[in-house]
């Protein structure tokens, strides 16, 4: 590597997508203090379509696709992800290459008057977009008023403050990577929330061929994070859970064992398929593929069926 070497990190705009990415660059010069880093700011279609539910517009792959085309012409060298947005499948010649370490992956409530889900009273309006989330938390409180909730995190909690919801559900690491620690009234536990695959974490994308790139990323890899993101992102491609689904799915590490809890539910909440596997780290793929064939065993295949006729 040549002293002048600069190293270009693709990003949405939004004040999180850009935290990442700062926060990739901060361990990039860490690692490298030689290297140049620089942010390639850049809008998305997903960025710039906020008033339709996701799922109506092609899901998330509206927030990857123009950082994808900036690296294969090379206007980029990398481009930062939460995680949980990226699709299971990459474009020829790109390829997810660092998983980072995870920051807390629980979703968070949020409110002004309120501290957590069994707080609230009858019919209380609760935003969130999530079909995830919505069919969790619906199944729970099925009085609840669910309304659409879509923006950057900023714009979500705006919306609150103004009162258009008594509560909103976000990804509690949002939250915390942009020190707005105090506006979480609760954490929600997977027990009752189980968080989507790969919330809160980070990964990082990068041309195939591209090996100076590729060396120079090697010291962000967490290995714990990656084992648990293959495990969830496995069970999740098994169910062709393509765009915007009502889909859990998590895994924690313990010495060389992984668990994995998933669940697919109807966007009404009317039926949760819970479903748990264990066994080796080093098999955290082929546990997300068995415990997706123990949903779709279960009919997970009829309710997302249904989900998708009605997106
Ligand atoms: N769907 C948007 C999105 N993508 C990643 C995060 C949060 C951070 C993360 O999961 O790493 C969020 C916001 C949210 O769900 O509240």
Redesign the pocket.
């Known amino acids: 590597m040549t002293q002048q070497h600069t190293l270009r990190i693709a990003t949405r705009k939004s004040a999180?997508a850009l935290w990442q990415a700062e926060f990739v660059k901060a361990q990039l010069m860490h690692f490298h203090p030689e290297l140049k880093v620089e942010l390639v700011p850049m809008s998305t279609q997903g960025d710039i379509i906020l008033d339709t539910p996701l799922a109506k517009i092609g899901g998330k792959g509206l927030f990857v696709k123009e950082l994808e085309q900036a690296m294969l012409d090379g206007r980029a060298d990398i481009a930062v992800h939460?995680?949980?947005?990226v699709p299971v499948e990459f474009p020829e010649g790109l390829e997810l290459y660092t998983i980072c370490e995870r920051?807390d992956p629980r979703d968070a409530f949020v409110s002004n008057s309120y501290k957590q889900l069994s707080d609230l009273p009858q019919g209380a309006v609760v935003g969130t977009s999530?079909l995830r989330r919505q069919c969790q938390i619906r199944a729970l409180r099925p009085d609840l008023d669910i309304r659409d909730l879509r923006g950057n995190?900023n714009t979500r909690l705006a919306k609150l403050d103004n009162g258009d919801y008594d509560a909103i559900i976000?990804?509690a690491?949002?939250l915390l990577r942009l020190e707005m620690s105090e506006r979480i009234a609760s954490y929600i536990e997977p027990e009752l929330s189980l968080p989507?695959n790969?919330?809160?974490?980070?990964g990082i994308e990068c041309r195939s061929d591209d090996t100076l790139t590729k060396s120079l990323l090697a010291p962000l890899e967490h290995a714990e994070t990656r084992i648990r993101v293959l495990a969830e992102r496995a069970m999740n491609r098994r169910l062709e859970g393509g765009c915007q689904v009502p889909i859990g799915a998590y895994a924690q590490v313990s010495g060389d064992q992984v668990q994995l809890r998933g669940l697919v539910g109807a966007v009404d909440g009317s039926e949760i398929l819970r479903a748990q596997v264990s066994g080796r780290s080093e098999d955290a793929e082929q546990l997300g593929i068995e415990l997706a064939e123990q949903l779709l065993a279960q009919g997970a295949d009829k309710i997302l069926a249904e989900v998708y006729k009605g997106a």
């Open positions: 999180l939460s995680m949980k947005d920051e999530s995190v976000l990804a690491a949002g989507a790969g919330q809160g974490a980070v």
